[in-house]
């Protein structure tokens, strides 16, 4: 979580969203750097908006906007399974490498998925709340210049982001039948992500 206090933007870090990258490229502007524990460098909207938010309006009295990337859902999916299949993730108990993509994906639908699924959701971690709280500004991580130009004029700077933390390259895909059950039972995934403009 990166916290913008003079321009009122808090940048949410849903995971594996590419946020790392920018988490390096603004550490210096920023006036606050959550980058540990990742409870709370990828503070969901209900938790910003439980302990950041009361914060920053009873202390500051600052109403701040907040600002989260979205990736393709199963791109999403892709991106976790690469990642739990790092070399040494070999023999743990998250490691994805006796797994196929299906069987990943197929283990995520499950309503108790097992522990190598368990990545939650990002439609979860963009919930908006009651009280109004929500994300103001959301970004497909699939158009990175979008967000890259808002966040150029906003903060009124340059910025140059490398990639960081990626998962190892390999090319992937879901069978029809698999890919129509996700979409089944994670439709608000889905829904979301086609509903940013």
Not at 158 to 185: F, H, Q, W, Y
Request: charged fraction near 30%; glycine fraction near 4%.
């Amino acid at each position: 979580m990166l916290v913008f206090y003079k321009e009122r933007l808090v940048f949410l870090s849903v995971p594996k969203t590419g946020t790392t990258a920018y988490q390096t490229a603004l550490r210096d502007r920023a006036d606050i750097v959550i980058s540990d524990p990742p409870e709370l460098k990828h503070a969901p909207v209900y938790r910003y908006n439980r302990f950041f938010r009361p914060m920053f309006e009873k202390v500051c009295h600052a109403d701040m906007d907040t600002l989260a990337v979205m990736r393709e859902p199963v791109s999403w999916l892709g991106s976790w399974y690469r990642y739990r299949r790092r070399p040494f993730m070999q023999g743990k108990e998250n490691s994805t490498h006796d797994l196929s993509f299906d069987d990943f994906v197929e283990a995520y639908v499950k309503g108790e998925p097992p522990g190598f699924a368990r990545v939650g959701s990002q439609a979860k971690f963009l919930e908006p709340r009651p009280n109004g709280t929500r994300v103001t500004h959301l970004f497909r991580y699939e158009e990175p210049d979008r967000l890259h130009a808002f966040l150029e004029d906003r903060l009124a700077m340059k910025i140059d982001t490398a990639r960081e933390n990626v998962s190892p390259e390999m090319p992937l895909s879901l069978s029809k039948g698999i890919e129509a059950k996700l979409r089944r039972k994670c439709a608000e995934e889905f829904d979301l992500y086609d509903s940013i403009g």
